[in-house]
């Protein structure tokens, strides 16, 4: 038996030197080749297929990264410039140039929802500009506003570990959590308030209180105060039948207006709009809404909120006639 050389096919009864044999030899040779180059192309596409692959799944990997780092950055950048809008002067160019801004954290949260601060600073955003800006002008679009800023402060809250099964666990709040759990009972505080006469509405206002309990507990002096001022609305629009208590929302007032809150202007705002109606007390309401009136405003942090304040003031005195 004669063997070809690399292929180990046996080519039997083959004698090299007759003529009439050698075709045989030459073609099992080539087919052997043929065979040995398949395998070879198939080993080496294999391989070359496993490298694209990578560098696909690492060009993709990287697009990912880079683009959670992207978002990052820019809410970082939000988050840090926050303060220049709040110090602003002029509430309607806020009014104009806010929107555009909100609709940009709504899409870096599309693209990474896993920043708790970027949430909780566009829960602010969508709560305060339906207080500020919408409540007076348009209702069921301040709802709205209201509605998706709760969702956005319930993530934030969910980041923080303080939800539990789809709602603000006033047990798990902890001071790293408060504002986050602030600022969906802000929202959830807000939207009742503008649907009072919704059933579903006013069955949500037992969950406020706790909440906000615990809040005072663990972060009393949290955006000035502001959960004394949540707890003082809550007392003042539940009906007086399901827990409402008017003297109790004044005396939450008060705190709120102490300390940190007591150059936040819209507490006292509050307080008038809240408490004084709900016990038809008109001496405080107008004491109070002139106070708010003849404040002199400081360049700070509180600078927007208390120009809007003055505003809706000086829009609700004259109403007073109507309201008692």
Known sequence: MTKVTGCQLPVTGCRLPAASHRPLVICRLYRCLAVLLSRCLAVLLSRCLAVLLSCCLAVLLSGCSLNKMAV???????????????????????????????QLMAML??????????LTATAQGFCGYAFLFLEDENEARASAFYEKGGVYALMAAERGGAVKEGAVDPAALTKESAPAAFWRVFCRAGFINLNRNEPDAIAELPKIMPIAEKLIAVRSDYYYNGAYAILGTYYAIRPKLLGGNPEKAK????????GPGAD??????????????AAQDAEFFEHTLNEVLSAELKDDETRLANEIAKLKARKLLEKKDELF
């Open 264 to 277: 936040f202007l819209l507490n006292k705002y509050l307080a008038a709009a809240m408490y004084a109606i």
């Open 109 to 118: 949260i599309e693209n990474d929802s896993s920043d708790a601060g970027l």
């Open 72 to 102: 990052r950055s820019t809410s970082g950048i939000i988050q840090n410039g926050m303060p220049a809008v709040f110090r602003e002067r002029d509430p309607q160019f806020v009014k104009e140039a806010l929107p555009g801004n909100l």
């Open 251 to 258: 005396l939450n007032f008060e705190e709120a207006v102490k």
